[in-house]
């Protein structure tokens, strides 16, 4: 009776995980925000290295931390590093290039005058800001193979581009380790690895920045990241007036494009969180211009009235009850 009882258990098990996979999670904090994995798997091995290696990651790129290899950049200003960390800086120059500088990883002095490295926040003077963005221009960066070198008053930070990259490498970890179903959450840069356990694609939420309890709509997406960018994420008010963390390189203040949140979906999660960055600098013209250009990514943007706007690539895998705008290519 007992081992019926065993045998119909699994059977039941078998048939709602699928050949015997469950789910594991794993929640954790790095890259200065909360991770959640969720993985389908026959044990629970590979949720671990996925989370080892963004960890590695976030010991790799934190420009905060002594031991990792940004931080030698910006204190050495000539620094050989690993040839992933400079295949990631040569991927933000090239997102540079291509967005018209809108992203870019020197504007971290202007970010610090600001507060929003540390936590204190102000609003600095024209003065001080315009000695800081003496520093800030992606093109004063040197690769030299794997040899990083930047002027005395520049500093990168790859806070715009990493937590995408990171969920390119634990993605790539679990494949390597047989997992062919999750989800990683790694605050507001998503992405969805194949297919969830029934066999239907992910739905990927896309919150509101009007109201951040709230999702606006979904994506139904397999194989791809969805990373949001907006002004709500992170922000300071001082006499009535909302800051923001995304800065316009060009005036080293918030970005104030018209836009409250831009979500990018493609296949490479270090692209879409370095052109979520950019497009919300950008705007919604020339984010869709961009987009008209290009046929790496999709986007939904909102902008400051709450209307929604989707490129063509997601007519089918974006659903909302609210009205939205489709851009042709
Ligand atoms: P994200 O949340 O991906 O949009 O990136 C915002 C983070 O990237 C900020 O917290 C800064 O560390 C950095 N950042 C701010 N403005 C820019 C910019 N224009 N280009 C690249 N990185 C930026
Ligand atoms: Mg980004």
Redesign the pocket.
């Known amino acids: 009776m007992r081992k019926t009882f065993f045998v119909i258990s699994a059977l039941i098990c078998l048939t709602l995980c699928g050949c015997g996979k469950q789910e594991y999670t794993s929640s954790f904090f790095a890259m200065d925000t909360v991770m959640d994995l969720k993985i389908y798997s026959e044990n629970d091995a590979a949720i671990s290295k996925a989370e080892a290696e963004i960890k590695r990651i976030d010991s790799l790129l934190d420009r905060g931390s002594g031991e990792s290899e940004i931080y030698k950049i910006n204190s050495e200003k000539t620094a050989a590093v690993s040839g992933e960390t400079a295949d990631l800086i040569r991927t933000a120059v090239d997102i540079s290039e291509k967005t018209g500088g809108?992203?870019?990883?020197t504007?971290a002095p202007v970010?610090d005058l600001w507060g929003?490295y540390g936590g204190s926040f102000r609003v600095p003077s024209d003065s001080e800001i315009q000695t800081a963005l003496g520093g800030v221009g992606y093109e004063k960066i040197r690769l030299d193979k794997n040899t990083v070198s930047i002027p005395d008053n520049t500093s990168i930070?790859l806070?715009?581009i990493g937590k995408g990259y990171a969920s390119d490498r634990a993605a790539d970890v679990l494949r390597e380790n047989g997992v062919d179903s999750a989800i990683l959450s790694l605050g507001?840069n998503v992405y969805a690895l194949g297919k969830r356990a029934d066999g239907s694609n992910w739905s990927v939420g896309i919150t509101d920045p009007d109201d951040k309890s709230q999702i606006l709509g979904t994506v139904n997406v397999s194989d791809k990241a969805v990373v949001t960018?907006g002004g709500y994420?992170?922000y300071f008010e001082r006499d009535g007036k909302a800051y923001h963390?995304?800065?316009?390189?060009k005036t080293g203040k918030s970005a104030q494009s018209g836009l409250s949140s831009v979500t990018v979906i493609s296949q490479s999660g270090a692209l879409a969180?370095g052109l979520?960055?950019?497009l919300?600098?950008m705007g919604l013209d020339k984010g869709i211009e961009l987009w008209r250009e290009s046929d790496s990514f999709d986007a939904v943007f909102v902008d400051n009235n709450g209307q929604i706007y989707i490129t063509d690539g997601i007519r089918d895998a974006f659903k909302s009850e609210r009205d939205y705008i489709v851009e042709q290519k």
């Open positions: 809108a992203f870019d990883i504007t970010s929003f930070d806070g715009g507001g960018s994420q992170r963390h995304i800065i316009d390189p969180d979520s960055t950019a919300f600098v």
